[in-house]
């Protein structure tokens, strides 16, 4: 079961699972819980999701390092264009937001993806295609990367000097959406009741986003619902930079991702699996994608003269996250697991803007 949930992770059954129900007849394809959840938990979950994020820790990512990431980024919205205009023909209708929000996923993570579906208002039909296209292609993408690392050795003789990562990068790793949390140290009740406090924080701060964005403006691509993700994301971040990041390490990560398997859930119940089978057309949009991703990331590395191993991290820091970029750089290097982490946080706050930017283009 471990290998299963390495390579198919929880957030992908979260998603097929209900799918399948749904089909077989077992939930309902449309309910009014649905709804709710899409527009008032996905708020609350970013709020959670990301008011822990420690912005101290993630300027001491190192230089080389943030500029591969960011041309990994770079490289992912390149590829979004290049693969969407070659089989833009193919693709459904619509399917520019689909690709909006497959983007906000492989430079963030899961809550980007579903902050830039629900803000480009991207059909559930879509985004069944898209979630298997994420596990299929990002999934074999690491275990490219794994295998790279037989290759190490030989590019940084011949492209870099020898060199250590920068130990200011690794020295500290900050608190994690479900990962490594300080609240686990303290009691059970006192546990609930700090989890309490961050959720009704939450709740407070989304319904405020809310409120301000049905009073701002509305234009074609611009929602009341696109105002509202980016209200909440860019308030979050800027209150993690004040002592309210505290409630990240009182149990606000944790409520935050099992929102995000909630939402997950609901959107899984409402597709349709005979969206699926325009799987084929979205896998080779998806290959074609990743390729250039890669390319763009390579030629960044051979310019900087990077090591192996930090390209590869940095790739899986955008297209993985803050899980499985950890693996990877640890395949090459042990000191590159905690700069894969670091990465892979710098892409959770990107991606969801990048996500829509690239959505908007496409449009």
């Not at 559930?124 to 074999?140: E, K, R, T």
Request: aromatic content about 10%.
């Amino acid at each position: 079961m471990t290998k299963i949930f390495r390579w198919l992770p929880v957030p992908f059954w979260c998603y097929f699972l209900p799918m399948i129900a749904s089909s077989l007849g077992w939930l309902p394809r449309e309910s009014g819980f649905y709804t709710f959840v899409s527009r008032q938990i996905l708020p609350v979950c970013l709020v959670l999701l990301l008011i822990g994020t420690d912005l101290k820790t993630l300027s001491r990512i190192g230089g080389k390092a943030a500029a591969l990431m960011l041309a990994g980024a770079v490289g992912t919205i390149l590829g979004a264009f290049a693969s969407f205009f070659l089989y833009k023909p193919f693709l459904p209708a619509g399917s520019w937001g689909a690709v909006g929000a497959l983007t906000g996923s492989w430079i963030g993570g899961s809550a980007n993806m579903l902050a830039v579906k629900e803000a480009l208002e991207v059909p559930d039909a879509l985004i069944g295609p898209v979630i298997i296209l994420d596990a299929v292609v990002a999934y074999s993408w690491m275990g490219l990367l794994i295998a790279a690392a037989a290759w190490q050795e030989k590019w940084d003789r011949r492209v870099t000097r020898p060199e250590s990562v920068p130990a200011q990068a690794t020295s500290r790793v900050p608190v994690l959406p479900g990962l490594f949390e300080k609240g686990e140290e303290r009691g059970a009740s006192a546990g609930a009741l700090y989890g309490l406090r961050s959720l009704i924080f939450a709740i407070l701060l989304s319904w405020i986003a809310q409120r301000t964005a049905g009073r701002l403006p509305i234009f074609p691509g611009f929602t009341a619902s696109t105002w509202t993700v980016v209200l909440v994301t860019t308030a979050a971040l800027a209150l993690a930079a004040t002592p309210l990041r505290r409630l990240g390490e009182s149990g606000a990560s944790r409520i935050g991702t099992w929102a995000l398997y909630l939402l997950l859930v609901t959107i899984g119940a409402r597709a349709d699996l005979r969206a699926v089978l325009t799987a084929p057309v979205f896998l080779l949009l998806g290959l074609t994608w990743i390729a250039v991703h890669g390319l763009v990331l390579l030629a960044a590395g051979y310019f900087c003269r990077a090591p192996l191993g930090l390209i590869a991290t940095a790739s899986q820091a955008n297209i993985g996250g803050v899980v499985s970029a950890p693996m990877v750089g640890a395949s090459y290097s042990k000191e590159l697991a905690g700069l894969g982490l670091l990465m892979a946080v710098l892409g959770n706050i990107l991606g969801t803007y990048l996500g829509l930017m690239t959505g908007w283009a496409l449009r």
